[in-house]
């Protein structure tokens, strides 16, 4: 089953791929839709299930990372019916593919972590030797690991693309403190993910986490570690100077590409293969992560 939009009573908010619905009593339902995204649009097709493997994903990951960061989980909306009677009229396949969070005062920024030569990052620096404006050393390859990981925050555009932040912006928008404070827990999330999920083969090249606030204290919000927001590769294939085999979405980001379609709306619709192959690679990595597997 595909699930491209949904239509509940409250809803507050649709990103590129999540609904988000307001619950009362400070709670939100999050629900990931099998929208997908690339290159900061909208396809016109989805990916079927794509939304119950990003919410297991970020489930898993907001437990694993609870020790680092406070974070707005609760539950998955299907586990917890008998907490929350405000689920009692939410389609399952909708609450399959949603979870329950606690509301917060969005930080609106994104904070990305790169570990390797990727994206954005290896485009800037083919041109101009930099990553993110600051020189890197001379003759690293495509896909190469950075001697250490590095904190590239962007803005969080509703529509069109996101755009590099310094740290003066940064600071001029959360302050100078809590600046730190998201570079260093981003950074602090990156190195636990990768270190755990490098001993189940995959190594995380970068990835995005986001942030707000409740009761003036800083908590991890929205989506954590999934293949949308993360680069996913195979690490038993991994070798520096080309792209990486890998189980996120780098593999429509390529055939977008090869189109020749210029990044801007509207996208083109991804052919059936495409799908079905994105499709496989999400449920891959998430059985990878867990140990587990989520039924057809």
């Known amino acids: 089953m595909t699930i491209l939009n949904t239509n509940l009573p409250n809803l507050i908010h649709r990103g590129k791929v999540r609904d988000t619905y307001d619950l009362g009593d400070g709670l939100l339902l999050m629900v990931a839709t099998d ?11 989805g990916v079927p299930g794509k939304g119950v493997v990003l919410s297991r994903i970020s489930a898993f990951w907001f437990r694993q990372t609870a020790h680092l960061v406070p974070n707005h989980f609760l539950g998955m909306a299907e586990d917890v019916g008998d907490t929350y009677p405000q689920l009692a009229e939410v389609p399952l396949e909708v609450a399959k593919r949603a979870m329950v969070v606690k509301r917060a005062q969005r930080l609106d920024m994104e ?17 101009t030797g930099t990553i993110f404006g600051k020189p890197a050393p001379p003759g690293l390859k495509e896909g190469q690991r950075l001697p250490k990981p590095i904190f590239t925050p962007t803005t ?22 809590r600046a730190s404070e998201l570079e260093e827990t981003s950074l602090a999330i990156y190195d636990f993910a990768h270190t755990y999920a490098l001993e189940q083969g995959i190594i995380i090249a970068d990835t995005k986490v986001e942030f707000g606030v409740v009761d003036g204290k800083v908590i991890l919000i929205d989506e954590v570690l999934t293949p ?7 690490a ?6 080309k792209s990486q ?3 996120d979405k780098q593999f429509v980001r390529d055939w977008l590409n090869g189109t020749g379609w210029d990044h801007e709306p509207p996208a083109p619709e991804l052919p059936s293969d495409i799908v079905e192959k994105t499709r496989q690679r999400y449920r891959e990595a998430y059985t990878m992560l867990t140990g587990e597997t989520i039924p057809e």
């Open 111 to 127: 904070c990305i972590v790169r570990g390797y030569m990727a994206g954005s990052a290896w485009a800037e620096y083919q041109v």
């Open 245 to 247: 085999p890998n189980y």
């Open 236 to 241: 038993s294939a991994y070798e520096p100077g």
């Open 228 to 234: 949308d927001s993360s680069r996913f590769w195979d």
């Open 35 to 45: 929208r997908i995204s690339a290159f900061d649009v909208v396809l016109p097709n």
């Open 156 to 177: 969080k555009a509703e529509t069109g693309h996101d755009l590099n932040m310094t740290v003066e912006q940064v600071e001029a928008l959360v302050g100078k403190q």
